[in-house]
T-cell receptor, first 114, second 118 residues
């Protein structure tokens, strides 16, 4: 497709369950970002990839959060043993070059932990 | 450290009014980039504009205009003759530049919710 695609769009998880969120960036985009957006807040940075290399994971809130991009295209954000505070929209973005070009965002995955 | 402040949490206007959304930023870098994004109810962040720190020219795109003032560290966004379809949350974002060796990662403000009533 032409844009960034995220799946699933909605996910309900029971507390303690593991979840995996997928991001298909725009083809050819080098940079890929994951953000977490709580209700009524701005997106908060989680992690950044340049091709398959995870260059910054300083925003991951705990060691329960793990992201990968093994072939430099599709990325997966995994959350282990989900907690209620993990409930948020998880946004993925990609950009063409590893510079300050604009990032294009997907529609996000809304995660609700019950 | 980078920081973006959008002091207006919510703005409510009637259609055809002009409205300005404020954005104030903090950075120690001399090279940086500023962005505005729109987030409609569907949730996807839509890119509106990108401006680098060396270009202080104001920009106009249809009903949208942006006023970048380094002296006050502000990058305000004005919608002229607002329409109901402009209702959304608008985010200002900042990233530090390549030459500074800093992060390329955009930092977002908390957003301003714009409600345009018919």
């Amino acid at each position: 497709g032409a844009g960034v695609s995220q799946s699933p769009r909605y996910k309900v998880a029971k507390r303690g369950q593991d979840v995996a969120l997928r991001c298909d960036p725009i083809s050819g985009h080098v940079s890929l970002f994951w953000y977490q957006q709580a209700l009524g807040q701005g997106p908060e940075f989680l992690t950044y990839f340049q091709n398959e290399a995870q260059l910054d994971k300083s925003g991951l809130p705990s060691d329960r959060f793990f992201a990968e991009r093994p072939e430099g295209s599709v990325s997966t954000l995994k959350i282990q043993r989900t907690q209620q505070e993990d409930s948020a929209v998880y946004l993925c973005a990609s950009s063409l070059l590893h510079k300050n070009t604009e990032a294009f965002f997907g529609q996000g995955t809304r995660l609700t932990v019950v | 450290a980078q920081k973006v402040t959008q002091a207006q949490t919510e703005i409510s206007v009637v259609e055809k009014e002009d409205v300005t959304l404020d954005c104030v930023y903090e950075t120690r870098d001399t090279t940086y980039y500023l962005f505005w994004y729109k987030q409609p109810p569907s949730g996807e962040l839509v890119f509106l504009i990108r401006r680098n720190s060396f270009d202080e020219q104001n920009e106009i795109s249809g009903r949208y205009s942006w006023n970048f003032q380094k002296s006050t560290s502000s990058f305000n966004f004005t919608i002229t003759a607002s329409q109901v379809v402009d209702s959304a949350v608008y985010f200002c974002a900042l990233s530090e530049g390549v030459l500074s060796g800093g992060s390329y990662i955009p930092t977002f403000g908390r957003g301003t919710s714009l409600i345009v009533h018919p």
